[in-house]
């Protein structure tokens, strides 16, 4: 065998060795994760790909069959894609808000008037023991300007069915709706083509 051979047999041994040991480890986690509970997920930071993510899972979810209910604020005046595709969906009870976004608007009481009525759909899907998974996509910013009372939400998330997942979108994520989430995952930014000059783009970005 030549050195080089031999070089090569010997980093796939060291390979070897170290993927059983990766694989002991993962399998002694998943045999400790006995719990079985429906999850929170929130999904928050400056990055793209907040609510990308949310349907990404709600994809998954109507794959499994699941029966699932989106709940979408601020936006609204555009045409999104992941509405498009799921409204008519047997599975997925959409709901949007449809003011468009805080700064179009520029109309403080009526954006309030919105989102409780929106809210209110919200809590019917909390409260359905039914409904396995619920998307509140931007519902951090309805916190974040005072739109909605933030106990009124987090006692609704809280109390919601024991075996429901929820998942909540959006920037600046309260410290409250982070303690009682089990799962948070904050989107970081490095670059974005925005604000190089470069137009929304469809598919992409709605």
């Not at 796939?12 to 480890?25: I, P, S």
């Not at 002694?28 to 930071?45: F, N, P, Q, S």
């Not at 595709?85 to 599975?91: E, H, S, V």
């Not at 009525?117 to 005072?146: C, F, Q, R």
């Amino acid at each position: 065998m030549s050195n080089e051979q031999t070089k090569a047999e010997e980093r796939n041994q060291r390979h070897k060795k170290a993927m059983q040991r990766k694989k002991e480890y993962i399998d002694g986690r998943i045999a400790e994760a006995t719990i079985d509970k429906g999850l929170m997920v929130v999904l928050t930071g400056n990055g793209k790909g907040k609510s990308s993510s949310a349907f990404g899972m709600l994809a998954r979810s109507v794959g499994h069959g699941l029966r699932c209910g989106v709940v979408q604020f601020i936006k609204g005046k555009w045409e999104c894609g992941e509405q498009m595709l799921f409204a008519d969906n047997p599975l997925v009870e959409f709901h949007v808000m449809n003011t468009g976004f805080t700064w179009d608007t520029q109309d403080r009481e009526a954006d309030i008037v919105a989102a409780v009525a929106t809210w209110n759909k919200a809590t019917e899907l909390l409260s359905n023991p039914d409904v396995n998974v619920v998307i509140l996509d931007e519902l951090t910013y309805m916190l974040t300007y005072g739109y909605l009372d933030k106990e009124m939400v987090l006692s609704a998330l809280e109390n919601r069915p024991a075996d429901q997942h929820v998942i909540v979108t959006g920037r600046n994520a309260s410290k409250e709706l982070i303690e009682l989430a089990d799962t948070v995952t904050e989107v970081g930014e490095s670059k974005h083509a925005f604000y190089d000059g470069v137009k929304v783009q469809k598919g992409i970005d709605y």
